[in-house]
């Protein structure tokens, strides 16, 4: 798939996972597209922090992390991503 095509995928919804997140930096980080990717994402997607959390409580991490803590260890891909968004044009929906 081409990153149009995916950047097409996550954006169908406007609400994201970490989960998706990450696979989308670890495909298409080296793409010399991927600047211009990560500034539409930037004011398109909705990240679900509600899906973490739930995710989060289920796990056995549940009484020794935080959401940011899991993030962290299960998705750092995700969280390099969110990393190269604007903090003013974050979007979380919990």
């Known amino acids: 798939m081409n990153i149009q095509r995916a ?6 919804n406007g609400v994201v996972t970490c989960e998706q997140l990450a696979y989308f930096y670890d495909d298409y980080h080296g793409d010399r597209e991927f600047s211009d990717a990560v500034n539409f994402l930037s004011g398109s997607i909705v990240i679900d922090m509600a899906q973490l959390k739930n995710e989060l409580y289920a796990s056995e991490d549940s009484h020794v992390l935080g959401a940011v803590e899991y993030m962290q260890k299960h998705y750092p891909s995700a969280v390099l991503l ?4 604007p903090k003013d044009k974050r979007k979380f929906i919990h």
């Not at 969110?82 to 968004?85: D, V």
């Open 7 to 12: 950047l097409i995928e996550l954006t169908i």
């Open 82 to 85: 969110i990393n190269l968004i």
